[in-house]
């Protein structure tokens, strides 16, 4: 058996995009060929758009169908981009660019293909500008199973917010979270065209896309059709941080979690949906180690969640059903969350020590950027990882163990003092928090 | 009320006897949360009235009670929820008074204190002393509705406050919490307390789980109270027994969950139940035990479901038999805390000092190793230790005295049983299954009671249904005629397998006339249990495709069963190939999957040039042979790092070991893939073999399709093979629709994946028969053999994997065996042994024997050893 040639297109069409009775049909397709169709299914969501939110509706689902298809124009990358019906606005059609040619990054990169130049999309006129929806004051806050999006639901709940938690696809790893956290639950569904599988079986381009983005415009469709007036994300400051440059770009794994995205979208949603929709992050003054501390304190959930990027969906009781203990993410996580927890309380987390693992040097040292470039992966930046051994280096209970010694003996004497932990967990940079739950952080 | 109606009705008599023997009944949360089991608590009261005994029944608080006494506690800064909370669970007893057919008004003095205690002054800085207060309500609530329960019954029954009868004492290092969280008593048999109880009555309802200080204040005696509480009241009352009634038979040689063929045991010392009980037992509370111990009241578990089964009785002295391990046991989230220091033992008072510091710290040492220059000790997972900065300042103190490791996430196994040295000489396998795997400490105190090993928690999974087997095949665990060992979990449960009709039992006749015909050894294929099996697989719903392994069995009739069953085939060699391709010529290549394992360069030629599915198990392959993968679809065998495979020094030295590329090196595989020009399309993990677990098939597939969905050209997930055939007596088979079930659950989260099996064994094991026949017998000393012409030069199996294969005698299949004798073969090798200690039907020369079972690896492994030929096959689809 031999693998035919990569499959190749002209153009990448946007051919439809409906809402009927719960379910958002998009449809897209390469050329003359047939169209492929996702869907995402909302349960419980009224028959039609409610009265009054029809024309923001229509928006969010221009804007939903302009990025999730980039998992399908990723395939092929056909040179010329067609909307077959009314074409994007013009403020679309640019955030659409920058989605698609930033979101696309680690992917060009790890391809070694150049986008630039590449990615139009054909403009229509300029949108009308969006007006209040009245939306009712509750928020739908993302969760992944991870421990970030828990932490906002810590802070929310401490703040007495009303709010849902959701997420999108079918996993009972975070659904059992899901449930912990007590709150009203709404879970998404969405099936990729089956077709896609079919391009990539047959060679197709594949790589990393901007999830993230995607979620977010899923995310700003489900507040039109149940009411919400805030989707809060719980992305930290780290994630605005690239992880190497590509011909000229700036290559970030995580740059639809960054605040660029954030800001274009949260803009977009604000002048072109719904004036009353916001968009933000609640953990994006917040390094990756402050929101570990944060977590360290959540024991209610230390048994549920996982982090590893081995997208374990599954529900098992021992560690190893969630965590690999071999990715940059289980390295990371395990690292951020030393400081704050009691050994045995850690280890009994993962299931094992992976700091006592003389196989995984190398990927601690990835982490602090000793030696190696900053893993394409959401994790925190060197100097957070730097900053977590020089206190594991510290204490009694931990510097015996390999990796620990192995920063202090072969690393520490080669780089500049990491900063003091304690100047890691202030919040500090630029983020959309409104007001009244700054607090929370502060 | 109808209490008062019922308590004239009872036949009181005025004076009881005050040599009257007292029987301590308990009952835990969920026997006393429903009308029936409170009918059979009174059932069972009266069968111990009736024999002459007084009774002190001692409960616990109704379901969930105590957790939520714990969450109004957690509350206390908020009155208006602790309130809330507090109505929510007087309800909850009222509603069930109501399905007792009682008043709820029996009530009204338990919730007057229940809300007096949320609006006590105390309340809202949630202190110790009124939370143990709190939490005591559920007992006193649970034990209130009791006795009213009970006198309608018309039982009389007087209600004792337990916390008059049962004082804690101070402990040496005693925090605020241990005083009112954990507390403990030392009850001494006392005949003024016997004789008060019996001027009042006969039968007493009491509660669990508490008690009361010095100061009168009220104390609970912290997890497993209740069970502690009944102890307690027995040895107060110097009562001939304490039964403990639970929901589970008694204590088991292992974790039934874990091992479903474990063994009840009925009659333990009170030692030996108490290192299991620490060990790992969850069905009684170690603590329970000592007060019994110190007044050697005897002390039963029994199951409230089965009150016939005799359940596990804990004596002062065990039955007299054989030394035998009565468990094993696993506790996890063991810290071991390792100090190493030179020469510093000779210093007078060293260890001392050392000690001193875990004593400062709260934390008290369980096991204890020690070298010249090192000193390994065990802290088990306490609360204690789980506050961050006990361990890290505990560490940080040894430091000062020595260097200081922490060794943790660690299990400890343990093995119990009195006599352990004397068993030592017949562990070796269980040690060689022990030693193969990172061992931290081994422990074994002078009272010759346990056996411990330390190793990695990571390396724990399974080990003790590996280790249970290995101690019942060493006949040290369950052997037959120890009356120690009751039934098996599964046998109670009424799990066990039922007795499967084996398809040469219905053909005995038949296969007597080709044991005429045929020179022997030969193996007979029965080409209707292929079928059948095949038929079991193709029902998977969940699986898109199978293919045959077919080195468990290549015979050319076998192949052409299953691919007319729509099988595709397996191969690990150019030969199987050849032989495939051969065999079955109209059999498109895309039906053939080619996994070889360090096959030579010719061989991966061979199959991509016959164009079948091929899988690489090996990185450097896809480094040095680029050109030949180039333009490929290929699959990944995966090594998961499941049990053993995730220890490098097995996964370098292991059998297993050589097998697939590491979970952790896809990302290189991919990148060596991509630069080689080959596409993967499948990722493949082999879990190993006679896998009954369906839990394990779940996990699997799950922890693969997590991986795979993160590589957008796969499209296979293989699964492999392994599916378990039931192969002692006993053992379950595998429930195909639970494994379907399974699988389709891990689909449909993965909706995106075909899932492919390549089961061997399954196919054929149950298909295939060796007969063979008695050559000689033999007597020496107090062994007997039976000789036979097969051997393992015929099937290997035993001799090479220790498998038990059932031998029977074709001629006498209803006649029950006589003696234990070893069958062995006629292979000039020790090894040469097909079934040790087999209960046989007297054999005589030209006897023909069946082995069972042997139609995977058998003729498939046979060789010319000894130049005793190859054994015949025959093949019937009529069979």
């Known amino acids: 058996m031999t693998i035919s040639e990569r499959p190749s297109a002209q153009r990448f069409r946007f051919t439809r995009a409906v809402y009927e009775a719960g379910v958002v049909e998009l449809g897209y397709a390469f050329d003359e060929g047939p169209e492929l169709i996702e869907r995402i299914s909302f349960p419980g969501a009224p028959e039609s758009v409610p009265e009054g939110r029809g024309v923001a509706f229509a928006r969010a689902l221009a804007l939903l169908h302009g990025i999730a298809g980039v998992s399908y124009y990723k395939a092929l990358l056909p040179p010329e981009i067609i909307v077959d019906g009314e074409p994007f606005d013009a403020a679309l059609a640019a955030l659409l660019e920058q989605v698609y040619l930033h979101g696309l990054g680690e992917f060009a990169h790890e391809n070694h293909l150049d986008l630039r130049g590449r990615i139009h999309f054909p403009a229509g006129p300029a949108a009308h500008a969006a007006s209040e929806l009245g939306l009712p004051r509750r928020a739908l806050v993302p969760i992944g199973g991870g421990k970030d999006s828990l932490v906002s639901v810590e802070l929310l709940r401490q703040a007495g917010e009303p709010f849902a938690v959701t997420w999108v696809g079918r996993s009972e790893l975070i659904r059992a979270c899901a449930v912990a956290t007590g709150q009203p639950m709404l879970a998404i569904g969405r099936e990729l065209a089956p077709e896609l599988f079919e391009l990539n079986r047959q060679g197709a381009w594949n790589g990393h896309i901007p999830v993230t983005a995607i979620n977010s415009a899923i995310l700003v469709c489900a507040a039109l059709l149940y009411g919400y007036d805030a989707i809060v994300f719980s992305n930290e400051a780290s994630a605005s941080v690239g992880n190497l440059e590509h011909g000229g770009i700036e290559v970030n794994h995580q740059w639809s979690k960054g605040l660029v995205f954030e800001n274009a979208l949260a803009e977009y949603i604000d002048a072109h949906i719904a004036a009353d929709l916001r968009y933000y992050s609640l953990l994006r003054p917040l390094s990756e180690l402050a929101v570990a501390q944060r977590f360290a304190g959540l024991t209610r959930y230390h048994a549920l969640f996982s982090s590893c990027n081995r997208n374990f969906r599954l529900l098992g009781e021992r560690p190893s059903a969630r965590w690999c203990g071999q990715c940059p993410k289980c390295r990371f996580v395990f690292l951020a969350l030393a400081p704050f927890l009691a050994k045995p309380a850690l280890l009994a987390i993962f299931g094992r020590n992976l700091l006592d693992e003389p196989e995984q040097i190398e990927g601690f040292e990835a982490l602090a950027e000793f030696g190696a470039a900053k893993p394409f992966e959401c994790v925190g930046e060197g100097r957070e990882s730097r900053a977590a051994f020089a206190r594991l280096a510290e204490r009694a209970d931990w510097r015996e163990d390999v990796v620990v010694r192995h920063y202090a003996e072969a690393i520490a004497p080669a780089i500049a003092p990491p900063p003091d932990i304690a100047t890691l967990l202030a919040p500090h940079g630029s983020h959309r928090i409104p007001e009244r739950l700054w607090a929370l952080l502060a | ?879």
């Not at chain 2, 009850?187 to 008690?211: D, K, M």
């Not at chain 2, 796969?714 to 007596?729: K, Q, R, T, Y």
């Open chain 2, 1 to 879: 009320m109808v209490q008062c109606v019922n308590h004239l009705a009872t036949d009181r008599s005025p004076v009881v006897d005050p040599s009257t023997p007292f029987v301590v009944l308990k009952f835990g949360g969920t026997s006393v949360s429903r009308r029936h089991r409170w009918e059979n608590i009174a059932h069972l009261m009266r069968e111990r009235l009736a024999a002459g005994q007084a009774v002190v029944t001692v409960v616990s608080a109704l379901s969930g009670v105590t957790d939520a006494l714990k969450a109004i506690a957690a509350l206390h800064r908020d009155a208006a929820a602790m309130a809330a909370a507090a109505e929510a669970l007087i309800e909850r007893h009222r509603s069930f008074a109501g399905e007792l057919g009682l008043d709820p008004e029996i009530l009204e003095a338990r919730a007057g204190r229940l809300r007096q205690l949320v609006a006590d002054p105390r309340a809202p800085e949630g202190g110790h002393a009124w939370q143990a207060r709190l939490m005591a309500e559920g007992e006193l609530c649970s034990s209130t509705l009791g006795a009213h329960f009970l006198r309608s019954l018309g039982l009389d029954v007087e209600w004792l406050d337990a916390r008059d009868y049962l004082t804690s004492r101070e402990q040496p290092i005693q925090t605020e919490w241990m005083r009112y969280h954990s507390a403990q008593c030392e009850p001494r048999p006392s005949a003024a307390v016997r004789e008060a109880l019996l001027a009042r009555a006969r039968a007493f309802i009491t509660q669990g789980f508490i008690a009361r200080e010095g100061r009168g204040r009220t104390v609970l005696l912290g997890r497993g109270g209740s069970d502690t509480s009944a102890s307690y009241f027995g040895a107060l009352l110097g009562a001939c027994r304490v039964e403990i009634w639970t929901d589970v038979p008694g204590m088991f040689s292992a974790n039934p969950k874990l091992v479903p063929d474990a063994r009840l045991l009925r009659r333990l010392d009170y030692d030996e139940a108490q290192e299991i009980a620490t060990t790992g037992a969850k069905v009684l509370h170690p603590r329970a035990i000592g007060p019994v111990r110190e007044t050697r009241v005897p002390l039963w578990i029994k199951d409230t479901e089965r009150p016939a089964l005799a359940g596990t009785e804990i004596v002062p002295e065990a039955l007299q038999a054989a030394p035998s391990v009565k468990a094993v046991s696993l506790r996890n989230r063991i810290t071991l805390v390792s100090m190493e220091s030179i020469g510093m033992w000779q210093q007078v008072g060293f260890l001392a000092d050392v000690f001193a510091i875990f004593k400062r710290h709260g934390l008290s040492v369980d096991l204890i190793g020690s070298a010249e220059t090192n000193v390994t000790v065990s802290l088990d997972p306490s609360d204690n230790l789980l506050d961050a900065g006990v361990l890290e300042a505990l560490c940080g103190d040894l430091a000062q005295v020595c260097r200081v490791k922490v060794i943790a996430p660690c299990a400890a196994v343990t093995l119990v049983g009195r006599g352990m040295r004397a068993m030592m000489h017949r562990l070796g396998e269980l040690l060689a299954e022990v030693g193969a795997r990172r061992v931290h400490l081994v422990s074994q105190s002078s009272n010759n009671l346990n056996l411990t090993f330390v190793i990695d928690e990571a390396d724990a999974d399974g080990i003790v249904p590996m280790l249970h087997a290995a101690l019942v095949r060493a006949r040290l665990t369950g052997a037959d005629g120890d009356p120690v060992f009751g039934p098996s979990w599964q046998a109670i449960a009424g799990e066990e397998a039922p007795r499967l009709q084996r398809w040469w039992e219905e053909r005995q006749r038949e296969l007597l006339k080709l044991a005429a015909r045929e020179p022997t050894p030969f193996y007979v294929y029965s080409g209707q249990t292929v079928a059948a099996r095949a038929e079991r697989l193709n029902a998977l719903s969940a699986v898109d495709r199978r293919f045959y392994a077919i080195k468990a069995n290549p015979h050319p009739e076998i192949l052409r069963a299953l691919a007319a069953a729509g099988f595709g085939m397996e191969c690990v060699s150019a030969g199987e190939l050849a032989h495939v391709q051969a065999t079955l010529p109209e059999l498109p290549p895309e039906r053939i999957l080619f996994t070889p394992n360090f096959a030579p360069r010719a061989e991966y030629v061979a199959a991509l040039a016959a164009g079948v599915h091929l899988t690489v198990d090996n990185l450097s392959i896809l480094a040095d042979w680029p050109e030949l993968f180039a333009g490929r679809p290929i699959l990944l065998r995966l090594d998961l790092g499941r049990g053993l495979g995730h220890h490098d020094k097995v996964r370098t030295g292991g059998e297993k070991s050589k097998f697939g590329i590491a979970a952790g090196d896809l990302g290189e595989a991919l990148a060596l893939a991509h630069t080689a020009g080959a596409r993967v399309v499948g990722l493949h993990a082999h879990l190993g073999s006679g896998i009954l677990d369906i839990a394990h098939w779940k996990a699997v597939h799950g922890e693969l399709a997590a991986l795979a969905e993160r590589v957008p050209s796969v499209a296979v997930i293989d699964i492999g093979g392994g599916l378990g055939v039931p192969n002692e007596p006993g053992e379950l088979p595998l429930s195909m629709a639970a494994l379907d079930a399974a699988l389709t659950e891990v689909k449909a989260l993965y909706p995106r994946f075909e899932l492919w099996i390549e089961p061997g064994r399954y196919l054929v094991a149950e298909a295939g028969v060796v007969l063979t026949r008695v050559t000689q017998v033999k007597r020496k000393g107090q062994t007997r053999f039976v000789g036979v012409d097969a051997g393992m030069h015929t099937l290997i199996r035993p001799a090479l994997y220790e498998a038990w294969h059932e031998i029977v005698h074709l001629a006498a299949l209803a006649e029950p065996g006589q003696e234990r004798v070893q069958v062995v073969g006629p292979i000039c090798e020790s090894g040469d042994v097909l079934g040790e200690d087999r209960l046989l039907p007297p054999c005589n020369e030209d006897d023909v024997l069946l082995i069972a079972n042997a139609g995977a690896y058998g003729a498939a492994m046979a060789s010319r050893y000894n130049l005793r030929g190859l054994p015949v096959e025959v093949y019937r689809d009529d069979l």
